[in-house]
Nanobody, 121 residues
Framework: VQLQASGGGLVQAGGSLRLSCAASGRTFSRYSMGWFRQTPGKEREFVAVISGSSRTTYYKDSVKGRFTISRDNVKNTAYLQMNSLKPEDTAVYYC???????????????WGQGTLVTVSS
């Protein structure tokens, strides 16, 4: 399985970015896709997850109403639309794949390489 995250960059506070995660190697629609983020010296934290069918989504409280997770099972790609970005959203963002729609880092068995999001004030 390979996960390729992209779409990070530098944006001003209040701006938007859309992250993408292209997957290959197993049947994409059977697995939940999650986004996590990490800053130096801190543990990787859950951001959002979407089930294989897209029926279920969960979000970290601080991103609710600003971030939207989605997926395209034809393109084998998951997305994270990030609006109203804040400096505290600055982190390396990772996509990951799991058999469950979990908020737990340990439940994910494949990870992308990460993409850096920097939000300037």
């Amino acid at each position: 399985v390979q996960l390729q995250a992209s779409g990070g960059g530098l944006v001003q506070a209040g701006g938007s970015l859309r992250l993408s995660c292209a997957a290959s190697g197993r049947t994409f629609s059977r697995y939940s896709m999650g986004w996590f983020r990490q800053t130096p010296g801190k543990e990787r934290e859950f951001v959002a997850v979407i089930s294989g069918s897209s029926r279920t989504t969960y979000y970290k409280d601080s991103v609710k109403g600003r971030f939207t997770i989605s997926r395209d099972n034809v393109k084998n790609t998951a997305y994270l639309q990030m609006n109203s970005l804040k400096p505290e959203d600055t982190a390396v963002y990772y996509c990951a794949q799991s058999g469950t729609s979990s908020r737990l880092y340990s439940e994910y068995d494949y990870w992308g390489q990460g993409t850096l999001v920097t939000v300037s004030s």
